[in-house]
């Protein structure tokens, strides 16, 4: 087959184009932007072939998926249209793949790259499987019988999938811009969970998680008594975390991991819980817990002279919150510096105050100016980063214009965070720092 993936270096697109050529498939992409990106490595590893322009030669038979990043305008999206070739959804190609495999999807609003990339890791160095993972990692062998991946609840999309088995880290309230309010959000998660036709695996500690009811063999974990897996003797220390895992009752073994916070050690279990389910033993899950390196563009850090740049894809409240957390955790005697970029002006007017609440957690925050794509700023009077900016404790805003002001803390602790394109000014704070 000839697939032909528009918007590919976004990180899902990347990931669904490596899969594609994996399977023996004949892949290209096309995307607007011409700039380097963390997504291309794997690309670029496959040979695949990124146009910027109308030029690529489309054969009649290729099948064109895209990002929802690209409207229906766009004249890449028109120009295939009057070729007349057959367009698929990304989801709905993505399901398909699913139903190759014996499938397990990660979901949940947050950890759900990391939860992949951990049961990915084991799983690769013991057993053997595939995986999709949204930080632009993918990997497939059609030899493999297994399939990890993170699915994303944006749109209801991954109401696509067919899972065999669910793991779900956690339920808040997130892309308001598509669901009408947490109970919906709660209810589709239910309806995907009840997809599965092997087991779930479910963080009991995440009272919107138990509200959910399941009609599949269902494993419950997190620190509190009432889970089957409970997390005990919890040490977090500036070299990482180290714990007991008890089952039912009983000592089920010590594990010790290289991340930071206790929602990582959440992580942690769901990948040991899911892994231990195919047969891993507990040895090797302890032996490849330690020596994993963690998501791309979550919690990633770079050391400049004494100054600490922490790159982190977190652009909901509570997940600045764990980042900033983790970083007081690794670094108890430096300042903390949060630098956000808000995307989409939505969760900025629906989580305001949660965002100022998270933000303080840092010594001095810089905040800019809104990015979004995928909505108009005419449909938000009012809507600013002032509105975080006007909250916060010690709190400035940031363009590339001021990044000179960022110097003022050299030494520090910075963490950068955002789910665009905040490297571009992440980028010239270094290029500073270096001079």
Known sequence: MKYYCIGIKGSGMSTLAQILYDL?????GYDDAREEKYTEVGLKKRGIPI?????????????????GAF??????????????????????LLGSITSLFETTSVCGTHGKTTTSLLISHI???????????????????????LFIIESCEYQKNFLAYHPTNVVLTNIELEHTECYNGIEDIIN????????ASQIVVLCGDDENVRKIKTNNKTFYYGFNENNDYVIKNLVLTDRGSEFDLYHEGSLFGHFDTPLFGKHMVLNSV??????????????VIHKFLETFQGAKRRFKEEVIGNTVIID?????????????????????????VAVFLPNTYSRTKEFKDDFIKALDIADISYVMDIHCDREDVKDYPGVSSDLIINGLKNGRKLSLETVDELLEHKDSVF????????????DEFKKRLTK
């Open 24 to 28: 023996g498939n004949e892949v290209k």
């Open 415 to 426: 963490c950068f965070m955002s789910c665009t394109n905040i490297y571009i000014i992440e």
């Open 51 to 67: 146009y910027y322009d109308g030029s690529c030669e489309l054969d009649p038979e290729t099948i064109v998926t895209y990002s």
């Open 123 to 145: 799983l690769t160095n013991s057993i053997g499987c595939n995986y999709f993972v949204g930080d632009g990692s993918g990997y497939a062998n059609p030899k493999n019988k």
């Open 71 to 92: 409207k229906e305008t766009h004249p890449e999206l028109q120009r295939v249209r009057q070729l007349g070739l057959k367009i698929q959804s990304y989801n709905e």
């Open 312 to 336: 982190d894809y977190a652009h909901h409240p509570t997940e600045l919150k764990v980042t900033l957390e983790a970083a007081r955790q690794k670094y108890p005697n430096k300042k903390l």
């Open 188 to 195: 589709t998660f239910e309806i995907f969970v009840n997809k």
């Open 270 to 283: 769901a990948a040991i819980i899911l892994t231990s389910y195919y047969g891993v033993s507990k040895e």
